[in-house]
């Protein structure tokens, strides 16, 4: 069965870099998501994107976070200067059309320092 | 908004007995609703979903899941546990024009011999 991929599982960054967590969303599938879900809190929604543009985001996606489909495979988050409150783990996930689940990868975990 | 209501944290079942997760929604018509199940350092599985007709929806794994509108309650339901259905569920619900789901905060079912 396809499945969402996402690299690293694991990021460990110094506060104030900047990371990007990798996704490959289903192959088919043409909208695409982040959420994040902070150690022992729910998921929260951040961003979704279709069409190549973002076609919502989530209070918690502010001017450091920013996403991108660069070529037709993968899907970015990328946070601009990170902070120790941006510890979390982060999934993506994707569905073919809306009114269908969406599927998700298995997170990366970040670890800001 | 919309919002999610998992009003247990912690469930402790013995193997072999029934279970019952609550959830109750907020939000003014028919939401999409959906349960998904994440083991530890694991992503989330999608268990079952509902859109429209039938109350009672058949998941994955033996799980059942009944929409009642007049409760605005979602809740899960397996006949007899397994030691492997210890893990942490999460109802989420869409709706309203948003793109993004909406999670519980998540029970956490633990397994007794």
């Known amino acids: 069965e396809p499945e969402v991929t996402q690299t690293p599982s694991h990021q460990v960054t110094q506060m104030g870099q900047e990371v990007i967590l990798r996704c490959v969303p289903i192959s088919n599938h043409l909208y695409f998501y982040w959420y994040r879900q902070i150690l022992g809190q729910k998921v929260e929604f951040l961003v979704s994107f279709y069409n190549n543009e973002i076609s919502e985001k989530s209070e918690i996606f502010d001017d450091q976070f920013s996403v991108e489909r660069p070529d037709g495979s993968n899907f970015t988050l990328k946070i601009r200067s990170t902070k120790l409150e941006d510890s979390a783990m982060y999934f993506c996930a994707s569905r073919m059309l809306q009114a269908r689940p969406q599927h998700f990868g298995d997170g990366t975990r970040l670890s800001i320092l | ?113």
């Open chain 2, 1 to 113: 908004a919309q919002s999610v209501t998992q009003p247990d944290i912690h469930i402790t079942v013995s193997e072999g007995a029934s279970l019952e997760l609550r959830c109750n929604y907020s939000y003014g018509a028919t939401p999409y609703l959906f349960w998904y199940v994440q083991s530890p350092g694991q992503g989330l599985q999608l268990l079952l979903k509902y859109f429209s007709g039938d109350t009672l929806v058949q998941g994955i794994k033996g799980f059942e899941a009944e929409f009642k509108r007049s409760q605005s309650s979602f809740n899960l339901r397996k006949p007899s546990v397994h030691w492997s259905d210890a893990a942490e569920y999460f109802c989420a619900v869409e709706g309203g024009g948003a793109d993004g789901l909406t999670f519980g905060k998540g029970t956490h079912l633990i397994i007794q011999p």
